[in-house]
């Protein structure tokens, strides 16, 4: 039996996450800003689901959940990094505060919780952390540009994070939801400005236009993405990035084959910057 600590409770996915581990006899410490709408739902489940109230950006509220955690079922197992939200707005005409929370919720809530678990993962040599990213961690939109950077941040700590600990028997996964029927698009949800300006009807503003028409029709199911999430995890050889829905898998793969041909076609100018005679060796760091 694992226990698994799953932030963002409230977001949809977030419940999904904890059902899908409790349908396979797990222990679950679910959070949220706000846990009146999960405290009706554990009322059946004491003996297995603990609730708490957390905001990921207040580092004394990290700590106490995280202790909490521990005290109750005795270890963390599994932390689901899926409190996130949002922001909208051209990359030029976003105001200063809306970017600053942006990376606070998504980036730096996510590195909070990974150094508040970490300590007793790597004394036990075991764990798995699971990072929410997004298909806009791996490929940017006109419009979203602050929460693609913010969701490729999360991209990046997780792959140096997963090289660190790997070798101390921890996994980590990242995971890169596509459209799912979810709050994501949901009006509250995204921050930011809706004023697109003229030059920027075509990109921003048609985005923004083609999300609110999609939104209650996404193709992705919440409840089979946490369920695959949780496939994962039980993995003897989990992926280190798992895309999910067809949307999201279109377009991922779309983008890095784009991006693959586009620098091998700029192979020779790419080698033609070393000095002529370097020895670096492929494969090597440095």
């Not at 030029?92 to 996510?110: K, L, M, P, Q």
Request: charge should be negative; charged fraction near 20%.
């Amino acid at each position: 039996m694992k226990t698994w600590l799953i932030t963002g409770g409230t977001s949809g996915f977030g419940q999904a996450y904890a059902e899908a581990a409790l349908e396979q006899g797990d222990q679950v410490v679910l959070t949220a800003r706000n846990v009146e709408r999960l405290e009706t739902w554990a009322r059946d489940r004491e003996k297995t689901v603990l609730v708490l109230p957390l905001d990921v950006t207040d580092p004394a509220q990290v700590a106490s959940a995280v202790d909490a955690a521990q005290n109750r079922f005795g270890a963390i197992d599994v932390l689901v990094n899926n409190a996130g939200g949002g922001s909208h707005g051209a990359v030029e005409d976003t105001g200063e505060a809306v970017i600053r929370s942006t990376f606070e919720v998504n980036f730096f809530g996510t590195v909070a919780m990974i150094r508040a678990v970490l300590p007793r993962m790597r004394a036990r040599r075991s764990g798995c952390i699971v990072n929410i990213s997004s298909v806009g961690g791996v490929r940017a939109f006109p419009g979203v540009g602050y929460y693609n950077a913010a969701k490729f941040a999360v991209e990046g700590i997780s792959e140096s994070l997963r090289q660190e600990v790997e070798p101390l028997g921890i996994k980590v996964l990242v995971v890169e939801p596509g459209a799912f029927r979810t709050k994501a698009d949901s009006a509250g949800y995204s921050a930011g400005t809706t004023r697109v300006l003229d030059d920027y009807a075509h990109t921003v503003g048609a985005l923004s236009e083609a999300l609110v028409a999609m939104n209650g029709k996404q193709p992705g199911d919440p409840r089979r993405a946490a369920r695959a999430v949780v496939q994962a995890v039980a993995s003897d050889d989990p992926p280190h990035h798992l895309v999910l829905g067809s949307l999201g898998f279109d377009q991922v793969t779309a983008k890095l084959e784009t991006m693959l041909a586009q620098i091998r076609a700029w192979e020779d100018v790419a080698r033609g910057a070393d000095f002529p005679d370097s020895t670096h060796k492929p494969g090597a760091y440095v």
